[in-house]
């Protein structure tokens, strides 16, 4: 029986510790190669004006940056502290001429209609205070026939694959956030609900081994 989700955040990481020490664990997860970019290429993200949702010290767009080459990235971020860890980040890979911050929250965002030609999110999707109306902020940033990708953990994923998830996880704080994410991830069977009540009609949910991808199009 999969035990019932519990809210974690809505206001992102804004401690300047805590951020430090995220940014470190998501180092280490590129250095690895964990960082999840090639699931966005093969949805068909891969150039154009995209934006990235909860971009957090911004690996992951700048990963996704630097495979492309036909492609400028525009990063949504609520918390200020992040942003600036990832404008830090931004300057190792000497892509700034490509990628832009936003301080902003996907509630509203700061764009205009039929503005992007792609989307993606990784890890953020359990913080989203109203899944259904960022879905629905998503689709309307997002030009006709543009694709999406969001990607995150599963509540009801396997337990033995939470424990060695958890167990990679350095420091107190950061085992911490592993499990209060994990408890404010969703099942599969609850984001195909959340889909059906947004404005997306084609859409896709794949459960995999630590998570789920859920991709689609306008």
């Known amino acids: 029986m999969v035990k019932e989700r519990v809210i974690e955040t809505n206001e992102g990481i804004q401690d300047v510790l805590t ?11 590129r250095d690895r ?14 150039r154009g004006h995209v934006l990235e949702i909860g971009s957090g010290p911004g690996y992951l767009g ?3 940056l630097r495979k492309t080459e036909e492609a400028n990235l525009t990063a949504l971020e ?12 931004r300057g190792e890979y ?30 953020s999707l359990h913080e989203w205070e109203d899944p259904i109306l960022v879905f629905n902020e998503i689709h309307r940033v997002l030009k006709p ?18 424990w060695i998830m958890k167990a990679s996880t350095k420091g107190r704080a950061m085992k911490q956030g ?7 991830s969703y099942t599969k069977e609850e984001i195909e609900i959340i889909l059906n009540q947004s404005s997306f009609k084609e859409f896709r949910v794949e459960p995999n081994l630590f998570g789920m991808n859920i991709s689609g199009k306008k």
């Open 94 to 123: 000497g892509l700034d001429a490509r990628l832009e911050y936003v301080e902003g929250n996907a509630l509203r965002m700061p764009f205009e209609e039929n503005f992007f030609d792609g989307a993606f999110s990784t890890g």
């Open 19 to 29: 951020v430090r020490d995220f940014d470190q664990f998501q180092r280490k997860m």
């Open 145 to 162: 026939g543009a694709r999406f990708f969001v990607g995150d953990m599963r509540r009801d994923s396997h337990p033995v694959i939470n």
């Open 62 to 64: 700048l990963e996704w």
């Open 78 to 89: 609520i918390s200020r502290e992040m942003i600036q860890q990832s404008i830090r980040n």
């Open 178 to 184: 592993f499990s209060t994410s994990l408890d404010a």
């Open 33 to 46: 190669g964990w960082i999840e970019t090639d699931s966005i290429l093969d949805s068909g993200i891969n």
